[in-house]
Nanobody, 127 residues
Framework: QVQLVESGGGSVQAGGSLRLSCAAS????????MGWFRQAPGKEREGVAG???????SYADNVKGRFTISQDNAKNILYLQMRSLNPEDTAMYYC?????????????????????WGQGTQVTVSS
């Protein structure tokens, strides 16, 4: 059983930064991919950033250059550093884990591929 708990969300002004954390526990397979996803009100959940078991990363085009995904393997914590936030980044952010072909697949298809999800943490960016 896999448990994922997100934290670090909050309210910031446009241009600000936040770092999200996802504490993973339980059976985390060494070949799992990890990813960050978000869902804004009235929109479908979308992939934001992915990290595969080899350490390769992938990002959605609309966050590339602003967001960074990383992992502390010793502590089993996944991070998402977010910079230059804008109101379009407002959403509930989720971390997820499962097997996947690649980090890129995490971003483009993770909502269908991943079976282990956290409860989410809210990020609100005001203009």
């Amino acid at each position: 059983q896999v448990q994922l708990v997100e934290s670090g969300g909050g309210s910031v002004q446009a241009g600000g930064s936040l770092r999200l954390s996802c504490a993973a526990s339980g059976y985390i397979h060494s070949d799992y991919c990890m990813g960050w996803f978000r869902q804004a009100p009235g929109k479908e959940r979308e992939g934001v950033a992915g990290l595969d078991s080899d350490g390769s990363t992938s990002y959605a085009d609309n966050v590339k250059g602003r967001f960074t995904i990383s992992q502390d393997n010793a502590k089993n914590i996944l991070y998402l550093q977010m910079r230059s936030l804008n109101p379009e980044d407002t959403a509930m952010y989720y971390c997820a884990a499962d097997f996947c072909p690649s980090a890129e697949d995490t971003v483009v298809a993770g909502t269908r591929l991943f079976g282990h999800w956290g409860q989410g943490t809210q990020v609100t960016v005001s203009s």
